[in-house]
């Protein structure tokens, strides 16, 4: 007789959760000054699209550009991306 599949793929489930202790699930909110840079990029990039409707307006744009540009700038010099990682 051929084997039947349970319908549960191998690794997922509760057993995994359990091997790896409570812990491995928790979730990680970040620190305050990645939300901010995060928060800054996104205002930019929303000043960026609303520049181009209806027509491009390109003085708006490049203020966007330049807003993105910063909360860039806030999450390279917090090491958001090295120290917030799981």
């Known amino acids: 007789m051929a084997e039947q599949a349970t319908g ?3 690794g997922t489930g ?7 202790g409570s812990s491995h699930l928790e979730h ?11 928060i ?4 930019g990039f929303t000043i960026g699209g609303i520049a181009f409707v209806p027509k491009p ?7 966007g550009t330049g807003v993105a540009i910063i909360g860039c ?4 010099f917090s090491k958001a ?5 799981y």
Not at 28 to 38: A, D, E, L, Q, Y
Not at 57 to 63: E, G, H, R, S, T
């Open 81 to 85: 991306m090295s120290t917030d990682w």
């Open 8 to 10: 549960t793929v191998e």
């Open 28 to 38: 990680n909110p970040g620190r305050p000054i990645s939300w901010v840079g995060t």
């Open 14 to 20: 509760t057993a995994g959760a359990l091997a790896h």
């Open 40 to 43: 800054v990029v996104i205002i």
């Open 73 to 76: 700038l806030v999450l390279l």
């Open 57 to 63: 307006d390109w003085l708006i744009f490049w203020i």
